[in-house]
């Protein structure tokens, strides 16, 4: 009876691998739908996406111009506040590439990039970086700035910073927010305002180099409000008054005539003649402000990025495609197959 039981139970065996063959290649098509149907749905939440204001090929460095040490993404202008490194395109990012590379080998550097963007006057905003990953995370800072005026100078006292992240980390900002997420806010006060990305690199270890990319900038009303200035009362300029002086002549003529009797005749003649002579009261001129014209980033012709790479399956936390969770997730529908396979052999009478 156990022998019986052993032989038909290989046989049963036998037919279930038969037909499991044949449907093997259709493993291998099922997984690619699906890798692709993951790849649409990433797509959907890209940070680049509305609404975010600032152009998506901008956002994510798509296009560059240039060449290394100075090839920079289309839309952004790079400046160095000390030191010296290399800007140039490269492949790492989570988000499609490419990405803005900045590295130095051997050298220490603090620079960045910026771009100016089309707001409303008097909306907030708040500025949010989704990839800054460095290879050597504790010798990079990472800050992001607005100018809410408009201006270029990173220096310059209108930028408001927000928090420098220095340690591990290549997503800087999440949804809730996050300790170490380097979101900075403000409220515009033109009609362009501009982003800043800042990097301080104050120590090297060798080949260090960050990687950078899906900059945004969201609309945010719990943007801190513009500060209302308080009118100054004018003060009052008194006006000299002016006190007439009297200037007093006099005259006297006496007439002596050669005769018997002697007459004196005085005539004194007074004269008072004053005269006052108003100051007159000077007029304030106002004196010009000077207005801010912003000066546009002239746009050099884009380099064109090889489509593979724009292909490529998005990464992890660590930077690396995530080919393990793609086996684990082929393996699943396979073994789901199976079983249901199984099922239909057994329940097929």
Known sequence: MITHFVVLWQW????????????????????????????????EYHPCNPPNVIPPDVCGFDHFYGEPPRQVAIGWTPYILSGDLTFMQHIDTHWGAPSQMMWSNGGTFKAGVYTQVHVTPGAGYRAAVFWAAPNAPDTFGRQLGIDPTGGTDPTAPTVIWGPMRWGPGRFLSHNPPQPGDIDVKARAQNDVITVFFLTDHNRSTGDNFLFLDALALYPDESAPQLATPTPVPPTATPIPTFTPTATLTSTATPSPTPSPTPSSTPTPSPTSTPTATPSPTSTFTPTA???????????????????????????????????????????????????????YWIYRD
């Open 12 to 43: 049963q065996l036998y037919f279930l691998i038969m037909r499991l063959a044949k449907l093997i290649p259709l493993f291998p098509l099922i997984a690619l739908i699906t890798l692709l149907t993951s790849q649409g749905i990433n797509a």
């Open 289 to 343: 402000t000077p207005t801010f014209t912003p000066t546009p980033t002239p746009s050099p012709t884009p380099t064109s990025t090889p489509d593979f790479w724009h292909r490529l399956p998005p990464r992890n936390e660590s930077g690396r495609t995530d080919f393990v969770g793609l086996f684990v997730w082929i393996g699943g529908v396979i073994g789901l197959g199976l079983a249901l396979l199984l099922l």
